[in-house]
């Protein structure tokens, strides 16, 4: 089971950092993913980061936002700098796009 936790309302150019926690899952041999789902909007791919600590940003939040792995806490972060209104949304982290968190809110006014 996932859980994601760190949304909240911010203003514009703010910061808000995101965890996603396990339990009774190993993240260590997985690759960890956020999306985000604006409403009205299709659910899009944030950030990833594999096993091995590669990591891949959409275009849209690169240099702002920067995913992270602790393997021995067994939770990932993300970490968003620089928040603009259109990074609204529901976040979602997901184990190799099989298991899914419940989604925490982001609401940034601008």
């Known amino acids: 089971q996932l859980q994601a936790c760190g949304g909240g309302l911010v203003q514009a150019g703010e910061s808000l950092r995101l965890s996603c926690a396990a339990s009774e899952i190993n993240f260590e041999d997985y690759a960890i993913g956020w999306f985000r789902q604006a409403p009205g909007k299709e659910r899009e791919k944030v950030a990833r980061?594999?096993?091995?600590?590669?990591?891949i940003y959409a275009d849209s939040v690169k240099g702002r936002f920067t995913i992270s792995r602790d393997n021995a806490k067994n939770t990932v972060d993300l970490q968003m700098n620089s928040l603009k209104p259109e990074d609204i949304g529901v976040y979602y982290c997901?184990?190799?796009?099989?298991?899914w968190g419940q989604g925490t809110l982001v609401t940034v006014s601008s």
């Open positions: 980061i594999t096993s091995g600590g590669s990591t």
């Open positions: 997901t184990l190799a796009s099989v298991y």
